[in-house]
């Protein structure tokens, strides 16, 4: 029987690398809030970071994006890691592409381990505010 690891890292970011030498993950510009000029809208790339913990057999890994209303708005499934024997930590990273994002509001990211609830987080949308100008002068 295969158990849930310990999720000890769900990050969203722009862009999740893995070095291929060293096997080091590098994430980049992580966040907890999407601005966006106007809504609906789409983000082009995210990225999310998972590192777990306790990692043995094999893990199927989904993760949904969900609105307050807890509607699933995009699933990334099809994940599969195997660990023949017990490891440390396993990590890995997932990347989205047009993540749509219909309303300004809060959002959440879900992590599921064999079908299970492991981890949730948290995004915020919000608009985009035009930076103020200052006042001119009359001339």
């Given at each position: 029987m295969t158990t849930i690891p310990e999720v000890k890292a769900l990050l969203i970011a722009d862009a999740v690398i893995q070095d291929k030498t060293t096997n080091k993950w590098s994430v980049i510009g992580v966040f907890d809030r999407v601005a966006a000029p106007a809504f609906p809208t789409a983000r082009p790339?995210?990225?999310?970071y998972v590192k777990l913990a306790d990692v043995r057999g094999t893990l199927k890994v989904a993760v949904e994006f969900r609105d307050a209303a807890d509607r699933m708005?995009?699933?990334?499934e099809g994940i599969e890691i195997t660990v023949p024997?017990?490891?440390?930590?396993v990590d890995f990273g997932l990347q989205t592409y047009n993540?749509?994002?219909?309303?300004?509001?809060?959002y959440h990211f879900v992590l599921y381990i064999n079908g299970e609830l492991a981890q949730m987080v948290p995004v915020e949308a919000v608009v985009l505010e035009a930076p103020k100008r200052p006042p001119q002068e009359a001339v």
């Open positions: 790339t995210l990225a999310i708005l995009n699933r990334l024997t017990a490891v440390t930590t993540l749509p994002i219909p309303v300004p509001g809060k």
